[in-house]
C-alpha cells in the first residue's frame, strides 16, 4: 500500500491532519481492507505466524506501529530508518510494554536499522534503548549512511532471510 490514509495533500477529515492521523486512518485501511481483499483474492496464510510487516522511512514508523500494536496480527516487525517520535515510546506501544514476555513469546522477530547519518538515527537509537529497558528482544542495525535507498537495500537483504524461519 501507498501508505497514506487519505490522498497525499489532503486533510484527513475532521482533524488537523498530522502525522498520527494519517497513520491511524493508514491502519485502519491496511487492516480493514487491504488484508482482508488480499486473503479474499489470493491463496495465503491468514495466521500471524506467516504474516511480517515492514516498512521505510514514514512506512517505517508505521510498520513498527501497527505491527507492534497488533501482535495478534504479525510475527515479524520491521523498520528501515522508521519515523518514530522519540520520547513518546511508552505512550506509542503501551501494549508492547504491558507484558514484554507475553511480547517476546509472540515476536518470531523485531528488527529495527537505521542509518547514523540519517536525522532519524536518534529517535532509532533511542526506540532500541526503549526496547532494551523494557526487555522487548530485537536487532538493531547502525549502519553508516543517511536516509538513502542503499541503506535500505543492505537492510532488506539482511532482513529477508531471517523471514518465516
Not at 7 to 21: F, H, L, M, Q, V
Not at 111 to 139: R, Y
Amino acid at each position: 500500500p501507498f501508505g497514506y490514509g487519505v490522498p497525499p495533500g489532503t486533510a484527513p477529515p475532521a482533524s488537523g491532519g498530522g502525522p498520527s492521523d494519517n497513520t491511524a486512518l493508514f491502519s485502519r485501511d491496511l487492516l480493514e481492507d487491504a488484508i482482508p481483499f488480499i486473503q479474499s483474492q489470493y491463496r495465503v496464510y491468514t495466521d500471524r505466524d506467516h504474516r511480517a510487516i515492514a516498512g521505510l522511512s514514514m512506512g517505517g514508523g508505521e510498520a513498527l506501529g501497527i505491527g507492534l500494536n497488533h501482535l495478534e496480527l504479525f510475527s515479524y516487525v520491521a523498520g528501515f530508518s522508521a519515523a518514530l517520535r522519540a520520547g513518546e515510546f511508552q505512550k506509542t506501544f503501551p501494549g508492547l510494554v504491558a507484558d514484554p514476555r507475553d511480547a517476546n513469546r509472540k515476536l518470531h522477530l523485531l528488527w529495527i536499522g537505521c542509518g547514523n547519518q540519517d536525522s532519524l538515527f536518534p529517535a532509532a537509537k533511542g526506540f532500541s534503548g526503549f526496547l532494551t529497558e523494557q526487555k522487548i528482544k530485537h536487532t538493531f542495525r547502525e549502519s553508516t549512511g543517511a536516509h538513502t535507498w542503499i541503506n535500505w537495500r543492505h537492510y532488506l537483504n539482511e532482513l529477508a532471510p531471517l523471514l518465516f524461519r
